[in-house]
């Protein structure tokens, strides 16, 4: 996501990029961006710092680490973070760039919807940040979303609402998966059965989105399914679901029995693959259905 | 369901109606029907029986019992099953018909769509039968159906999709609820977190349907929720789904945690409430949150 969105922002603003893949930022730099060696020499004079990483471990390494962007942030900057890591990370990380005593503040952004829409500035935002943050950040937020919700006032809020997001995004893929496998082990055509149900009241975005991929899986195009979001990003996202709803004490008996689901995907071999492939951990090809 | 049914029916066609309530029978024959006193005395020298009933001891009490329908069933007619009961229970009332030897056809036609839409003959039905039995049925189901999808050459196979149908049905309402409990118990407003959400990757049909009742839940408003669809048949259908599933030896781990929690719902004492009262197993009202 991260080369998408560089890209993007250079065609509007002066963007210093750093990624730990040479090629990548090499790639930055074709489209206008600046090459920076380390977190640290891009964040060097940034009014706003764009962070879009895997996970906690790697917010905190391009932060804090040797040559981490906290060593350079100027006073009143603020860091962006766009990445799916839990409200718990969020605030850690806000903590600990206030106690650096500069006045950097975190803007909690965690996005939604791909690549290519973040190339197009066609993200779906939510964000978490006091006013006075949110302010500095809109300009570069506004040209990477084509919606953004503001759904409370500190670092956290943002990723609370991203958490919910992807409970309802990776069940809705593992329900559709169900359905698809059970379409076959019932002797029905999967595609007959997308088309038939879709609209109505079975319907989801990810059982249209997912569901013809998940029906490709078993036809003469099953190699070529796409990898257009990877499946260990449901192993990821459904363990913060499971674990914020644990310490709310919420009960989640769909989202856990969906995360274990994504697990068996990954001890399964498709943790690269796209998510859709979660349909033959239940249904595996070759199988007479 | 049956009411709005012969209602819409009596508008186009000579119907005689037996319900085991008087005062629905009484009801239809306001909006035109004739009253039968027995299953029986309505199959009488009809082309075409429609069954609405709950389950499957209840088809084979209208067909097969004392004064059941299939004493005066004549040679040519259809039986169109609007219920859903499952495909094997489909099979072996179609079966259970031929063998009375007087050339009567099951035509499985599981309805979805609720009284409202029934009345209106906005249903969506999904049909497994024989071409020739479809036909004789077809001027009655175009009369329901505002979407009719022929899945299949044999009864069972509408019941199939009606199955699939309702796992995504049931397991994407149990997906609304955690959404709504979890973001109640992050402090975010759950009304909020569905306008958010529900036009993006994570939304759904039910999503968006059912979680503002789910929302109107917590509020002023709680003793106000319209039971639009009991938590019951929930109960019920997940059962089919299940069931079916394990013939077929497909897993359905999302649909089982799913019927878990609707029965969950019943010995909480809400089967005849709104299914959307599901999301109170999960986040109890009068909690904090």
């Known amino acids: 996501m991260g080369l998408p969105m560089a890209r993007r922002l250079a065609g509007a603003f002066p963007v210093a990029v750093f990624d730990i893949a040479a090629e990548r930022r090499a790639l930055a730099v074709e489209h206008g961006a600046t090459e920076a060696a380390t977190p640290a020499d891009a964040a060097r004079d940034a009014d706003v710092v764009v962070l879009a990483v895997r996970d906690q471990a790697q917010v905190d390494g391009a932060l804090f680490g040797e040559s981490g962007a906290a060593q350079t942030l100027k006073a009143g900057a603020v860091v962006v973070l766009t990445s799916t890591v839990g409200p718990e990370a969020a605030r850690s990380t806000a903590a600990a760039l206030a106690e650096r005593g500069k006045d950097v503040r975190l803007v909690d952004a965690p996005v939604s919807g791909g690549p290519t829409r973040a190339g197009n500035g066609d993200l779906l935002i939510v964000v978490g940040a006091e006013p006075a943050a949110l302010e500095v950040a809109r300009p570069v937020l506004d040209r990477l979303a084509s919606t953004l919700t503001v759904i409370g006032d500190k670092p956290g809020d943002g990723q609370a609402l991203k958490a919910i997001n992807q409970l309802l995004a990776g069940v809705h893929i593992a329900a559709a998966a169900e359905a698809v496998a059970l ?62 709803a644990k310490n709310a004490h919420v009960p989640v008996p769909l989202a856990s029995a969906a995360e274990q689901l994504y697990l068996l995907g990954e001890r399964a071999g498709l943790a690269a693959r796209d998510d859709s492939s979660i349909v033959t951990v239940l249904s595996p090809r070759g199988e007479d259905r």
Chains 1, 2 share one sequence.
């Open 183 to 244: 379409a076959r082990g019932l002797g029905l055509d999967p595609q007959t059965v997308i088309d038939s149900l879709s609209q109505g009241a079975a319907g989801s975005f990810m059982f249209a989105d997912r569901g013809p991929r998940m029906a490709q899986a078993y036809g003469d195009e099953a190699d070529a399914v796409e990898v257009r979001s990877r499946l260990d990003i449901f192993v990821k996202d459904m363990g913060i679901v499971t674990g914020i």
